[in-house]
């Protein structure tokens, strides 16, 4: 059986690693390593001094308060809609049909875009800076986009797509899928 | 049996809108939240603003979440998340310590002051860690995380974290053995 050098030693019981079989035996006949196990254990020891940090009273109902607001900054006409349970079968039959009277069937088929064009996508659903990142991030996964600019308070996506890549429009309404309460609503070219 | 509602189960309320299930679940992991992020930003403040920050977002995900995940691996994958965008927009100007410990006990003024001069020394020492091993080192060591668990939140291996920890935990001596009487550098070195 190979046998563990003191730098693994050392390495592991850094990492937690109980002293019993192999390290163990490692550390009755190595020296060096004993010093550095209990130079480990002085550290872990000083480390414990800080200990927990008390929660200020009110606290918790602060973030329940925050969580709240955040459901009630939800803009206006917002169709994301997904907190209420009830809402959500209506909010995605209308994404859908947004989705059909105003982008069409093209929308299924790869967009062909120009070198370097840029497109506005209205995103269904946005109501917070987390949902904006949310969807910039699953925008990001489509094949072809370089960059992506959200804005969730006018509910749109500013896309960049790469040079000579086509707009894969079915790859963005799955990736927004993914998300669950965002829906793609239309798609205009920016001149 | 106490019949406590796992995290799981707690979270499935949540994305029903349930406010009760996400006030449990916040006085479930707010300490540990706000200790991890307290001990990785040294700003008690900074840290209060992070944890609200990380259970908005368990609260805006939730009717995303699947309930086949580890709760606090995810929970805590969102605090690496806030922790290192938090560093990222706010450049840290001095180590600043103001947390009390959670249970204050009544001793003489002198032995505090020296206590609290300790942790003081020990926090800035902390802030002293590149920012992976830094949370590393506070998810292992002040959370209690195990090794695979601080492998998911860091997305590396667990041979990966034993290797940050090895290094955070050389750095951290050397940091401390001038003024807390630390012996461990040598012996760490490898």
């Known amino acids: 059986m190979k046998r563990l050098n003191c730098s693994t030693v050392k390495r592991r019981l850094a990492g937690g690693a109980p002293r019993d079989g192999e390290i163990g035996a490692h550390l009755r006949s190595c020296p060096d390593c004993r010093e550095a196990?209990?130079?480990?254990?002085?550290?872990?020891?000083?480390?414990?001094?800080?200990?927990?940090?008390?929660?200020?009273?009110?606290?918790?109902?602060?973030?329940?308060?925050?969580?709240?607001?955040?459901?009630?900054?939800?803009?206006?006409?917002?169709?994301?809609v997904s907190w209420r349970p009830a809402w959500r079968v209506p909010a995605t039959v209308l994404g859908g049909l947004l989705l059909g009277v105003l982008v069409g069937s093209a929308l299924f088929s790869a967009h062909p875009a120009r070198a370097d064009e840029t497109l506005v996508c209205r995103i269904g659903?946005?109501?917070?800076?987390?949902?904006?990142?949310?969807?910039?991030?699953?925008?990001?996964?489509?094949?072809?986009?370089?960059?992506?600019?959200?804005d969730w308070r006018k509910g749109t996506a500013k896309i960049r797509l790469s040079r000579g890549q086509p707009l894969r429009v079915r790859q963005l309404i799955e990736a927004l899928e993914r998300g669950r309460g965002y829906n793609l609503e239309a798609i205009e070219l920016v001149p | 049996m106490t019949g406590l509602p796992s995290d799981n189960a707690l979270m499935v309320r949540v994305s029903r809108g349930d406010a009760?299930?996400?006030?449990?679940?916040?006085q479930r992991y707010q300490q540990r939240v706000l200790t991890v992020a307290t001990r990785f930003l040294g700003d008690r403040a900074r840290a209060e603003e992070v944890t609200q920050e990380v259970f908005l977002r368990v609260f805006h995900a939730a009717p995303r979440y699947r309930t086949a995940a580890n709760f606090s691996t995810w929970l805590f994958t969102i605090v690496r998340r806030c922790c290192f965008n938090a560093?990222?927009?706010?450049?840290?100007?001095?180590?600043?310590?103001?947390?009390?410990?959670?249970?204050?006990?009544?001793?003489?003024?002198?032995?505090?002051?020296?206590?609290?001069?300790?942790?003081?020394?020990?926090?800035?020492?902390?802030?002293?860690?590149?920012?992976r091993q830094r949370l590393a080192l506070v998810l292992h060591c002040f959370d209690g995380l195990t090794q695979a668990e601080t492998a998911a939140v860091l997305g590396t291996t667990p041979r990966g974290v034993e290797s940050c920890l090895y290094r955070a935990k050389r750095r951290l001596a050397a940091l401390l053995e001038p003024s807390a009487g630390i012996s461990a550098e040598r012996g760490i070195e490898g």
């Open chain 1, 125 to 150: 659903g946005m109501m917070c800076h987390i949902c904006a990142e949310t969807v910039e991030n699953l925008i990001l996964q489509v094949e072809g986009i370089e960059a992506v600019e959200v």
């Open chain 1, 37 to 80: 196990a209990a130079g480990l254990a002085e550290l872990d020891s000083t480390l414990q001094q800080l200990g927990p940090v008390a929660v200020p009273e009110g606290f918790t109902e602060q973030v329940v308060r925050a969580a709240q607001a955040l459901i009630d900054r939800r803009p206006s006409g917002s169709r994301w």
């Open chain 2, 87 to 131: 560093t990222r927009t706010e450049r840290r100007e001095a180590a600043r310590l103001t947390a009390a410990p959670a249970t204050a006990s009544p001793v003489d003024p002198e032995q505090q002051l020296l206590r609290r001069e300790r942790r003081e020394r020990i926090q800035s020492a902390l802030l002293e860690l590149p920012a």
């Open chain 2, 20 to 26: 009760e299930a996400f006030r449990a679940l916040v």
